[in-house]
């Protein structure tokens, strides 16, 4: 099993900034994958970025330019940086974790930390 526990979740003003950070527990063998998926009301969950063991990273069209996946390995922790935040931006933001079992991917999120761009 792997834990996972954001922090750093908050109000922002729009245009303004946040760091999210999770940082995970347990067993990390065969993890291959980190990230942040984000939730709106009344929509469904989706991907924000995702960064590999080796650095690889991934975002959606949105984010791009603007927020910033990075890993710390030895730590068991990844973090978001958001920049020029939008309000479209505001959401629950959840750590998602992969481990590649076998046959197929398990993931693990976190609880979530809420995230609320307005002026």
């Known amino acids: 099993q792997v834990q996972l526990v954001e922090s750093g979740g908050g109000l922002v003003q729009p245009g303004g900034s946040l760091r999210l950070s999770c940082a995970a527990s347990?067993?990390?063998?065969?993890?291959?994958?980190m990230g942040w998926y984000r939730q709106a009301p009344g929509k469904q969950r989706e991907l924000v970025a995702t960064i590999t063991n080796g650095g690889i990273t991934n975002y959606a069209d949105s984010e791009k330019g603007r927020f910033t996946i990075s890993r710390d390995n030895g730590e068991n922790s990844v973090a978001l940086q958001m920049n020029s935040l939008r309000p479209e931006d505001t959401a629950v933001y959840y750590c998602?974790?992969?481990?590649?079992?076998?046959?197929?991917?398990?993931?693990?999120w976190g609880q979530g930390t809420q995230v609320t761009v307005s002026s």
């Open positions: 347990g067993s990390m063998f065969g993890i291959d994958s």
């Open positions: 998602y974790a992969r481990r590649w079992a076998g046959t197929y991917y398990q993931a693990y």
